[in-house]
């Protein structure tokens, strides 16, 4: 079946996906519903998103995640625009080190983190 939705995967990689797709861990984690948890969080939530994200769609998921959390009076949910699953931004924008561009974590994001954590651990006044 695997092979039927991308002819160019060989034998090899699709049997590897296919041992994957079907271990305990993964059946959970397809079936797992998170919104009866999320109803019980009372913590601050920060829950971010990036635009460029291809594995969760932040139009999808920060709409589920902050009803999902409608309980909880201390939610902060954003896009952070052009960043990626693993928060990073497009990788014309990461620095060159020793003649190389490595993967960084999104200035943006670093600081929209930061922020809401000094917001939200600063004593009450």
Same mark, same amino acid.
């Given at each position: 079946?695997?092979?039927?939705?991308?002819?160019?995967? #060989? !034998?090899?990689?699709?049997?590897a996906?296919?041992?994957?797709?079907? +271990? &305990? =861990?993964? /059946?959970?984690?397809?079936?797992? !519903? &998170?919104? @009866?948890?999320?109803? *019980?969080v /009372?913590? &601050?939530? $920060?829950?971010?998103?990036? +635009?460029? #994200?291809l594995?969760?769609?932040a139009?999808? !998921?920060?709409?589920?995640? %902050?009803?999902?959390?409608?309980?909880?009076?201390?939610?902060t949910?954003? *896009?952070?625009?052009d960043? !990626?699953? $693993?928060f990073?931004? %497009? &990788?014309?924008e =990461?620095?060159?080190? #020793?003649?190389?561009?490595?993967?960084?974590?999104?200035?943006?994001?670093? #600081?929209?983190i930061?922020? =809401?954590?000094?917001?939200?651990?600063? @004593?009450? *006044?």
């Amino acid at each position: 079946m695997l092979k039927q939705n991308n002819s160019s995967m #060989d !034998n090899a990689t699709a049997l590897a996906s296919a041992a994957e797709l079907t +271990t &305990p =861990w993964y /059946r959970y984690f397809v079936g797992f !519903n &998170p919104q @009866p948890e999320l109803a *019980k969080v /009372r913590c &601050p939530v $920060l829950a971010l998103n990036g +635009t460029k #994200d291809l594995q969760a769609a932040a139009e999808v !998921n920060l709409p589920a995640l %902050d009803k999902a959390l409608k309980g909880n009076r201390n939610v902060t949910v954003g *896009k952070l625009a052009d960043v !990626n699953h $693993l928060f990073q931004a %497009d &990788p014309s924008e =990461w620095p060159l080190v #020793d003649g190389q561009q490595p993967p960084i974590f999104s200035p943006v994001a670093q #600081d929209v983190i930061c922020e =809401w954590i000094v917001k939200h651990t600063q @004593p009450e *006044k």
